[in-house]
């Protein structure tokens, strides 16, 4: 096994579900990225053999299905998988994300219906807070709910929803008029289910079709417009009381989506790492192997210890999550971390590749393109940096 990025502490059956997942990665995902990535197509196969190893249910309680593992073993998973190709964790991700949601601040029959599906693949979860003209400023969301009678109306547009079109639930971020003196008391999160594919997925609900982006593909990006979607009370995530809660328990979620981007970081880093400690032993310049030459070796020797600190950050910030405990500042530390140094890493393995590396017939190609992604998914840099630094001025306030 590589010495890199190993993880003291696991249980058994954490160590043999990650060899599993590393196997699977090994055989079914590397060999085949990238001709789905340039082909931009949808990995059906490779999500078949993911069902079949439960990994959908990964995190979901065993009452409803699922292996109930914690927050740490789904993050090497991701890490894992994200080595043979991001865009395979990208499709889980959400899934994830939704699937905690509901564990977290379901109601009891959100939480009987929704989750044994989940947990066997047959419904996919996706996750709405963005759109077209709000980032990382959730409190400017222009998206609507209002009450019915013992219904609810939503209105607007949402972006940049991964899985838009192959989910069936998606956890949805809009405003509610509560009466909160705060914004963010006045924001509800809604279970807006639908049927998966483009067009008219639910009465009122539309998924445009894909947006097409540099990197990341294989799985779907898209748009959600919401036209009179009118959804009882119960959608809301956790039950009618519930309303106005949903700015809070989406950031419970994206400190579980953050882990996973400083995961998915970490394995593409690892994966850039292995290319290029391969390619730099094979390679020959000047009479011998350019690993030979100290301005490579040096190279490697930073690279390998960038992945050993995110990676350390990383399981840090999930096993905190796991105790119960507030994680805010440790996954914004892991996630800026864990991306800043992939795309240094990444980009280091590129310029070790030298001319070979623009060609598309090598892996490194794709990795130049998909680690700028991690830059920005669930929250900027320079985000992470705002969360960090508010969370230590709390701590060290005189």
């Known amino acids: 096994m590589a010495r890199l990025a190993q993880t003291p502490g696991l249980t058994d059956v954490q160590q043999s579900i990650l060899e599993t997942v590393r196997d699977f990665a090994d055989k079914e995902i590397i060999p085949h990225a990238q001709r789905l990535e340039h082909a931009d197509e949808y990995p059906t196969d490779i999500l078949d053999g993911m069902r079949e190893m439960g990994l959908f249910g990964l995190t979901i309680d065993e009452e409803y299905g699922g292996l109930g593992e914690s927050l740490l073993t789904y993050a090497l998973v991701v890490e894992q998988l994200s080595r043979g190709w991001m865009s395979i964790s990208g499709i889980v991700n959400t899934h994830f994300i939704v699937a905690y949601l509901i564990s977290q601040h379901g109601s009891a029959e959100q939480k009987a219906r929704l989750l044994p599906r989940m947990a066997t693949g047959e419904v996919r979860g996706a996750f709405s807070m963005s759109e077209p003209e709000t980032?990382?400023?959730?409190?400017?969301?222009?998206?609507?709910?209002?009450?019915?009678?013992?219904?609810?109306?939503?209105?607007?547009?949402?972006?940049?929803?991964?899985?838009?079109?192959?989910?069936?639930?998606?956890?949805?971020?809009?405003?509610?008029?509560?009466?909160?003196?705060?914004?963010?008391?006045?924001?509800?999160?809604?279970?807006?289910?639908?049927?998966?594919?483009?067009?008219?997925?639910?009465?009122?609900?539309?998924?445009?079709?894909?947006?097409?982006?540099?990197?990341?593909?294989?799985?779907?990006?898209?748009?959600?417009?919401?036209?009179?979607?009118?959804?009882?009370?119960?959608?809301?995530?956790?039950?009618?009381?519930?309303?106005?809660r949903g700015f809070y328990q989406m950031m419970d979620g994206i400190e579980v989506g953050r882990?996973?981007?400083?995961?998915?970081?970490?394995?593409?880093?690892?994966?850039?790492?292995?290319?290029?400690?391969?390619?730099?032993?094979?390679?020959?310049?000047?009479?011998?192997?350019?690993?030979?030459?100290?301005?490579?070796?040096?190279?490697?020797?930073?690279?390998?210890?960038?992945?050993?600190?995110?990676?350390?950050?990383?399981?840090?910030?999930?096993?905190?999550?796991?105790?119960?405990?507030?994680?805010?500042?440790?996954?914004?530390m892991a996630k800026l971390l864990a991306s800043e140094y992939c795309a240094e890493v990444v980009q280091e393995a590129f310029r070790i590749h030298g001319g070979y590396g623009y060609s598309k017939e090598y892996e490194i190609e794709r990795l130049m393109r998909e680690a700028p992604f991690l830059l920005i998914g669930e929250g900027t840099s320079e985000i992470q940096k705002t969360i960090i630094s508010r969370g230590l001025l709390k701590e060290y306030k005189l």
């Open 259 to 332: 882990v996973n981007v400083a995961a998915r970081a970490c394995g593409i880093s690892l994966r850039a790492f292995e290319l290029a400690v391969s390619y730099a032993q094979q390679r020959r310049t000047f009479g011998q192997p350019l690993a030979k030459h100290q301005a490579i070796a040096f190279k490697l020797a930073e690279m390998g210890t960038k992945i050993e600190a995110a990676h350390a950050l990383m399981v840090n910030a999930a096993r905190l999550k796991d105790a119960g405990q507030r994680n805010d500042v440790e996954a914004g």
């Open 135 to 244: 980032g990382s400023d959730v409190s400017a969301i222009k998206s609507r709910a209002v009450r019915d009678g013992d219904s609810y109306v939503l209105n607007g547009q949402k972006m940049w929803l991964t899985n838009g079109a192959y989910s069936s639930v998606v956890a949805t971020l809009v405003k509610t008029d509560t009466g909160a003196e705060s914004v963010y008391g006045n924001m509800s999160t809604f279970l807006l289910e639908k049927e998966p594919g483009f067009g008219e997925t639910a009465p009122g609900l539309t998924i445009p079709g894909r947006i097409e982006k540099m990197g990341y593909k294989g799985v779907e990006t898209t748009e959600m417009v919401l036209d009179g979607v009118t959804v009882p009370d119960t959608a809301i995530l956790g039950g009618a009381d519930q309303v106005g």
